[in-house]
């Protein structure tokens, strides 16, 4: 069974950091693409930033120069440092694996992120 367990999501002023991290178990951690998305209220969820085993990540313009995605494949996890947080950063972020070999897409729970100003 696949699980995908996110954690580190809160509530934050304006100009502060959170880290999450996600914990995947149930699949082949380095066969999948890892990333993160964030759905706001209203609003369709969207590619936040991910990371694949070897290469670069890729991020939202939105967050570019202001999140970091990294994974340990050792550890099954993948995290997203999430530093200079605005209030428009406010959704709930998912952990997503895709595998690239047979395209299938694996999803957390969620974890919600709230940046006051």
């Known amino acids: 069974q696949v699980q995908l367990v996110e954690s580190g999501g809160g509530l934050v002023q304006e100009g502060g950091s959170l880290r999450l991290s996600c914990v995947a178990s149930g699949i082949n951690f380095s066969f999948h693409r890892m990333g993160w998305f964030r759905q706001a209220p209203g609003k369709q969820r969207e590619l936040v930033a991910s990371i694949i085993s070897r290469g670069m990540p890729n991020y939202a313009d939105s967050v570019k120069g202001r999140f970091t995605i990294s994974r340990d494949n050792a550890k099954n996890t993948v995290y997203l440092q999430m530093n200079s947080l605005k209030p428009e950063d406010t959704a709930v972020y998912y952990c997503?694996?895709?595998?690239?070999?047979?395209?299938?897409?694996?999803w957390g729970q969620g974890t919600q992120v709230t940046v006051s100003s």
């Open positions: 997503n694996a895709f595998n690239t070999i047979i395209k299938i897409n694996y």
